[in-house]
């Protein structure tokens, strides 16, 4: 008998583990105060609404020694986060009243907002801790 009620004990313990894991990452993920955007990325919000439902429309996570050219998702967005803790992210972002391109460096952990005066093109994540 005391070998069945440790093994009832033992499945039970296991089972409550298995379910408190279980729930443990949404509630985490719920919590998060990176808006929607899983760490490492560097996500792009195309609207206000996107950031204010922290609804980010696309997220980069790789280092690259070149630029990614930005898609629908992400081409022209209003917010760029970096949820990064080391890395900067290079954003290409050019001027649309006069056509000029430029880099804009944003460090880790850092929000960006671009108004309808810039057009967001490219990302490049760098492994340099500053810009």
């Not at 298995?18 to 195309?46: K, N, Q």
Request: with cysteine; hydrophobic share 40%; glycine share 6%.
């Amino acid at each position: 008998m005391d070998a069945i009620r440790r093994s009832a004990i033992v499945v039970g313990a296991a089972a409550f583990a298995a379910a408190s894991l279980a729930v443990a990452p949404s509630a985490t993920a719920a919590e998060s105060p990176t808006r929607g955007c899983a760490y490492p990325r560097v996500c792009f919000y195309l609207k206000k609404s996107n950031w204010d439902a922290k609804d980010p429309n696309a997220g980069f996570q790789d280092v690259t020694s070149s630029w990614q050219n930005l898609g629908s998702a992400s081409r022209g967005a209003d917010y760029v986060l970096n949820t990064r803790n080391d890395d900067v992210a290079h954003l290409r972002v050019q001027t649309n009243s006069t056509g000029a391109v430029w880099d804009m460096c944003l460090p880790p952990n850092s929000t960006q907002y671009f108004g309808s005066a810039y057009t967001v093109t490219g990302i490049r994540i760098s492994t340099s801790s500053s810009c």
